[in-house]
């Protein structure tokens, strides 16, 4: 079978660092924000994972638009979360003949998965003059794990990675239960820092791979840090399911949200944008050897 295109990076990089001293990163530099790394997960400390690491992706910018409705990032949305490579050793194939790992990813613990502080909505056809009682709240929760990780996927015309999310509604009138999208039915954002293939009406977008960065570890461990700066990825394929439980007496108010937001909104019609993205990635062959890598950084 052919080495992933991680594969061959880690064995180049392995001999120039057996050849040259690695000082081209002060220690920690490479993995800094990697402490919410599931490290102690079953899965994780399987041996017969192929490769092991961390991940910390901090969107600085961006937005999300449902319909005719479109919300500004007006803060950081930090994504963490473990990945391993499986003994299948799965990879992702791209049309000029090179593949890329696909990885299993395993939640941050304490909740850390997805970190990001609420949204302010507008509610279509409603001057906002009282934040929370004229306009909504919408708090992002992860609705599932993320899936079909691909680090190296980035410049390609693939998602990166596959993260299921749901919107909880905040308003004085709206319930503590009131969310667009679910556990069992979410939001699926597949971004892409290449050119996306939306249905109608939507036209293709593209993203930006950012700058890549691979620096060998400053201890001599075999562990990589792998870092994508000022990337942008894109998704304007996804759709988006009706609003439910929302109102004092759950679901009472769901129509009324329903028909302010054009929900559900088919795929075509909605689009999000992760600007100004920059992620973090340490992978290692094994779960020992990452560990002490990032324990002496």
Do not use: H
């Not at 220690?27 to 017969?48: F, I, K, N, Q, R």
């Not at 192929?50 to 949305?77: A, D, H, K, M, Y």
Request: net charge negative; aromatic share 6%.
């Amino acid at each position: 079978m052919r080495a992933s295109r991680l594969t061959s990076v880690l064995a180049s990089l392995l001999l120039i660092g057996a050849a040259t001293p690695a000082s081209a990163a002060a220690p920690g530099g490479a993995y800094a924000g990697l402490d919410e790394c599931p490290l102690t997960s079953a899965v994780m400390m399987d041996p017969a994972n192929l490769q092991v690491g961390c991940v910390r992706s901090v969107t600085n910018s961006g937005s999300i638009t449902i319909g005719s409705t479109t919300v500004e990032f007006g803060s950081p949305i930090t994504v963490q979360f473990g990945v391993y490579w499986p003994a299948g050793a799965p990879v992702r194939e791209f049309p000029d003949g090179s593949v890329a790992n696909v990885y299993s990813t395993v939640l941050a613990p304490g909740g850390k998965t997805l970190v990001a502080r609420p949204l302010e909505v507008t509610v279509p056809g409603i001057v906002n003059f009282l934040p929370g009682v004229t306009s909504v709240f919408a708090q992002v929760e992860l609705a599932g794990p993320i899936t079909e990780f691909i680090p190296l996927a980035t410049g390609a015309n693939t998602p990166v990675f596959v993260l299921p999310i749901k919107l909880k509604l905040k308003n004085a009138l709206f319930g503590n239960r009131c969310y667009i999208g679910s556990d069992t039915n979410p939001i699926r954002f597949r971004p892409t820092t290449g050119t996306t293939s939306p249905p109608a009406p939507n036209g293709p977008v593209t993203g930006d791979p950012g700058t890549l960065n691979i620096v060998a570890d400053p201890n001599g461990y075999q562990t990589l840090g792998v870092g994508f700066t000022g990337a942008t990825l894109v998704d304007n394929a996804y759709a988006v399911p009706k609003a439910t439980g929302c109102g004092l007496i759950p679901g009472s108010l769901d129509p009324l949200i329903n028909l302010a937001f054009g929900l559900p909104s088919a795929a075509g019609r909605n689009a999000v944008t992760f600007s100004a993205n920059d992620t973090a990635f340490a992978v290692s062959p094994s779960l020992d050897d990452l560990n002490q890598a990032l324990a002496a950084s």
